[in-house]
């Protein structure tokens, strides 16, 4: 399968490299966010990741209570 848009920089980005970077693909070559936002999920499964979530910034742990705060 031939890959029709052009990386970000100049070459397809290793798996780790792709996880990290938010925008895989050069901007200059879309006209809209929405063009952008479409290729760039397209890309990540051309490369086998999962998109990102909304929520991955988040912790997954909880947060401990401080002594300031009271139960209840």
């Known amino acids: 399968m031939d890959w029709k848009y052009r990386w970000k920089n100049g070459s397809q980005p290793s798996r780790?490299?792709?996880?990290?970077?938010?925008?895989?693909?050069d901007e200059s070559q879309f006209e809209n966010q929405q063009d952008r936002k479409?290729?760039?999920?397209?890309?990540?499964?051309?490369?086998?990741?999962?998109?990102?979530t909304?929520?991955?910034?988040?912790?997954?742990?909880?947060?401990?209570?401080?002594p300031d705060e009271n139960f209840l």
């Open 54 to 66: 909304l929520d991955q910034e988040q912790s997954i742990l909880p947060r401990a209570v401080s």
């Open 38 to 52: 479409l290729a760039e999920e397209s890309a990540r499964k051309h490369l086998g990741i999962p998109a990102p």
């Open 16 to 25: 780790d490299q792709a996880v990290k970077n938010p925008h895989l693909l």
